[in-house]
């Protein structure tokens, strides 16, 4: 439907077309870019942390969720806590790249204990 926005005879605006929100995707996937690298970086950090220090089964992986949680909350703080201005739902800033990051975790903090406690 082009014109400039009226509806009808009544004359009155529509404003449906300005209540929807608009992203553009190119900068959408460059602020999941960002939060995928964060949590892969902070992801390697914690993992040679936890294995410098010596945890072991449990508390690794307790280390490992404060980590990502203070990532969140870090990458919620960077948005300005209006993360709808930036991504398109909660999910994407706390739970993207969760898995991935688990993986790097777990390899650099083997990787670690391996060269401090072992060798």
């Given at each position: 439907?082009?014109?400039?926005?009226v509806s009808g005879?009544?004359?009155k605006k529509?404003?449906?077309?300005?209540?929807l929100?608009?992203?553009?995707?190119?900068?959408?996937?460059?602020?999941?870019k960002v939060?995928?690298?964060?949590?892969t970086?902070?992801s390697i950090i914690g993992?040679?942390i936890?294995g410098?220090l010596?945890?072991?089964g449990?508390?690794?992986f307790?280390l490992?969720?404060l980590?990502?949680?203070?990532?969140?909350v870090g990458?919620i703080?960077?948005?300005?806590?209006?993360v709808?201005?930036?991504?398109?739902?909660?999910?994407?800033?706390?739970?993207?790249?969760?898995?991935?990051?688990?993986?790097?975790?777990?390899?650099f903090w083997?990787f670690a204990?391996?060269?401090v406690h072992?060798?």
């Amino acid at each position: 439907m082009a014109g400039n926005g009226v509806s009808g005879a009544s004359g009155k605006k529509s404003s449906d077309m300005n209540d929807l929100p608009t992203f553009s995707a190119e900068k959408l996937q460059s602020n999941m870019k960002v939060i995928y690298y964060s949590r892969t970086f902070l992801s390697i950090i914690g993992g040679v942390i936890a294995g410098i220090l010596g945890f072991t089964g449990l508390t690794g992986f307790i280390l490992y969720f404060l980590v990502m949680a203070v990532t969140s909350v870090g990458l919620i703080a960077k948005a300005r806590f209006s993360v709808h201005s930036y991504f398109d739902c909660w999910n994407r800033v706390i739970l993207d790249g969760f898995v991935s990051g688990l993986m790097s975790f777990v390899l650099f903090w083997t990787f670690a204990y391996d060269i401090v406690h072992i060798f």
